[in-house]
């Protein structure tokens, strides 16, 4: 909460407290002034509860949206393409070989109609992630974008690639910026950020195991 509204909601307070101590001392007795100080009192009442909200809903602007990804990709043995989803409001859809997936570009965006597409192609909700723990690893994912990538390491063969990511939203270009936290299966990658490791544990288990894929 900001300066400005925190010293506006103090204010009121103050004012209400003194109003009730002077008015059970016995120093208010006009009844003209009783009036108005209770209609001040309930106007700031009033604005004190605007306030209050209004500055939780600021808090939570301080997030950035973000939305995960969990996707396999095979080639080797038949077109495998599976994996999920954590939208920005926590619920974790699968989905199965879907008919047209939008991919980042070269550059690592994908358009925000682009993703809507992708989002429609998802299958019911597994489950809701908490929203303490979705601004949580938001905000992780916000730092996991500046990690430096280690190269790509081959490790295995026809395994095909096991990737974990987040996008983090650009309001003012329509848009998602891709940041990789790790992958696995032919090549390994992976981002070196604390907080990439921190969201790599937390994908791994997002619904508790209640899902049809593999996550690790």
Known sequence: MNTTVKGTIQRAI?????????????????????????????????????????GCEMINDLHPTA?????????????????????AGGNVREFNLPAAWNFPDSEGFISEAAMEENLAQL??????????????????????QKGKLTTPENQMCDFGSLSYAGYIYEPGNHRYRYVLIRQTGDFYVENKSRDASDIYEWLTSPCENNLSVTLR
Do not use: P
Not at 19 to 34: A, P
Not at 77 to 82: R, T
């Open 123 to 144: 299958g019911e909700k597994s489950c809701t992630v908490d929203n303490r723990d979705l601004l949580l690893y938001s905000d992780k994912l916000a730092n996991a």
């Open 14 to 54: 103050s004012f209400c407290l003194a109003y009730n101590l002077l008015h059970l001392s016995g120093f208010l007795t006009d009844l003209k002034t009783v009036s108005l100080l209770k209609k001040m009192k309930r106007n700031l009442t009033i604005l004190f509860l605007t306030l209050f909200i209004t």
């Open 67 to 87: 939305i995960f990804e969990v996707q396999y990709i095979n080639y080797a043995w038949g077109y495998q393409h599976s994996g999920l989803i954590i939208d």
